[in-house]
Each structure stands twice: as structure tokens, then as C-alpha cells.
């Protein structure tokens, strides 16, 4: 199967190197880490014991970092397929079309991955107003819509994605998914999600 037929003009190819994106990600797993063991110690200084919430915000977490895990497993595969796109590297090698279905089918686990982790957040906060809440009778009921409406959001936001140009053969990806059409619908869900996660977090406040 070819992709590439002759070589793609020589253009930049990534602003950032490996090691730099490396980087980026595993000093923001190990700060979210460090945040994460302050709370739970906080918490559990305070009131000798932790709450369900807390539970959510560890998931969280725990999801951070198979997602990073996933990122620094298909990293030099990323920067490979990039320095051959940009025809800074050429011949692409023989496993070229295999690494990049690779790339494609890894990045389902990240984006599914990072929703699950910002909403789980997001449920963290939800629940610990809940208890902050629970006397007030107008509160509960105002909570519990807006609890429906984060739900629906995650739901909005990990269904909308075009998991089909991640998962098909990269033969019928390069044929279906790099239209205008498709480009079109990967901005409109890309805007969508953005706001949503925007509107959450006020209706969360």
C-alpha cells in the first residue's frame, strides 16, 4: 500500500522536539501528582478521612497517566511520521502505513482518556457541593440539573469525536477523512467541545 508515492516538498516539521513534548506531559502528570497528594493529605489531616469526591479527582488522575503513558509509548513514532510528512525524512520505512494506524488507534485511548479525566474533575467538584448543599432543598434541585447536564456533555463530547478515520485502514482514512467535509466537522466538534467544557464549569460555580 502506498502513500506516499514521491517525496512531500521539504517543509518545518515539528516546532517542538521529543524530548520537549516528553517533558511537557510528564512535569504535568508529576505536578497534578504532587497538587494530588496535598489534597488527600489536606483532607485527610482535617477530617480523618477522605470523601467520595476525592475518589474522582484520583481517577482522574490515574487516567492522566495511562494517557501519558500511551503518548510517551507512540512518541517517536508521532516525530517519525512527522519528519516523513514534512519530507524531512526519506524513504519512509516499510512499517510506515502500520506505525501510523498505530498512531491513530493510540490516539482513541488519549482523547477518551482525557475526556473521562476533565469530567471526572468536573464530578469531583459537583459532588463536593453536594455535601456542602445538602440542608438547602433549592440547591439539591439545582444540582441535580446541572449534574444531568455535565453528564450529557461527557456523553456530547466522547461521542462526537470521528473515531472511524482513527480506527480504519489509513488507506481509507487518507481517502474519507482528509475532505473538506471532514475537516469542516473536526472544527465544528472540536469549537462544540471547547464550549462545552467551558459551560460546565459555570454551571458548576
Same mark, same amino acid.
Given at each position: 500500500?502506498?502513500?506516499?508515492?514521491?517525496?512531500?516538498?521539504?517543509?518545518?516539521?515539528?516546532?517542538?522536539?521529543?524530548?520537549?513534548?516528553?517533558?511537557?506531559?510528564?512535569?504535568?502528570?508529576?505536578?497534578? #501528582? &504532587?497538587?494530588? *497528594?496535598? $489534597?488527600?493529605?489536606?483532607?485527610? !489531616?482535617?477530617?480523618?478521612?477522605?470523601? /467520595?469526591?476525592?475518589?474522582?479527582?484520583?481517577?482522574?488522575?490515574?487516567?492522566?497517566?495511562?494517557?501519558?503513558?500511551?503518548?510517551?509509548?507512540?512518541?517517536?513514532?508521532?516525530?517519525?511520521?512527522?519528519?516523513?510528512?514534512?519530507?524531512?525524512?526519506?524513504?519512509?520505512?516499510?512499517?510506515?502505513?502500520?506505525?501510523?494506524?498505530?498512531?491513530?488507534?493510540?490516539?482513541?485511548?488519549?482523547?477518551?482518556?482525557?475526556?473521562?479525566?476533565?469530567?471526572?474533575?468536573?464530578?469531583?467538584?459537583?459532588? #463536593? &457541593?453536594?455535601? *456542602?448543599? $445538602?440542608?438547602?432543598?433549592?440547591? !439539591?434541585?439545582?444540582?441535580?440539573?446541572? /449534574?444531568?447536564?455535565?453528564?450529557?456533555?461527557?456523553?456530547?463530547?466522547?461521542?462526537?469525536?470521528?473515531?472511524?478515520?482513527?480506527?480504519?485502514?489509513?488507506?481509507?482514512?487518507?481517502?474519507?477523512?482528509?475532505?473538506?467535509?471532514?475537516?469542516?466537522?473536526?472544527?465544528?466538534?472540536?469549537?462544540?467541545?471547547?464550549?462545552?467544557?467551558?459551560?460546565?464549569?459555570?454551571?458548576?460555580?
Amino acid at each position: 500500500m502506498d502513500i506516499f508515492t514521491t517525496r512531500p516538498r521539504p517543509s518545518k516539521t515539528a516546532k517542538v522536539t521529543q524530548g520537549a513534548f516528553l517533558a511537557v506531559i510528564w512535569s504535568g502528570v508529576a505536578i497534578a #501528582f &504532587f497538587f494530588l *497528594l496535598l $489534597r488527600l493529605f489536606g483532607r485527610w !489531616k482535617g477530617f480523618r478521612k477522605l470523601f /467520595f469526591d476525592d475518589a474522582f479527582v484520583v481517577f482522574a488522575w490515574l487516567l492522566a497517566l495511562v494517557g501519558a503513558v500511551e503518548c510517551h509509548i507512540l512518541a517517536e513514532l508521532m516525530f517519525q511520521t512527522l519528519a516523513i510528512t514534512s519530507g524531512q525524512l526519506w524513504p519512509p520505512p516499510a512499517t510506515f502505513v502500520e506505525d501510523t494506524e498505530r498512531i491513530l488507534e493510540g490516539s482513541v485511548i488519549v482523547l477518551i482518556f482525557f475526556d473521562t479525566s476533565l469530567w471526572a474533575v468536573k464530578l469531583s467538584f459537583l459532588l #463536593f &457541593f453536594k455535601r *456542602l448543599g $445538602r440542608h438547602v432543598r433549592k440547591q !439539591k434541585v439545582l444540582w441535580w440539573c446541572v /449534574f444531568a447536564f455535565t453528564v450529557a456533555t461527557y456523553l456530547v463530547c466522547v461521542g462526537n469525536k470521528p473515531y472511524y478515520c482513527m480506527i480504519a485502514p489509513l488507506e481509507e482514512t487518507q481517502k474519507i477523512c482528509t475532505t473538506d467535509s471532514a475537516e469542516r466537522y473536526r472544527q465544528l466538534t472540536l469549537k462544540l467541545n471547547c464550549a462545552l467544557d467551558v459551560l460546565t464549569d459555570f454551571a458548576s460555580m
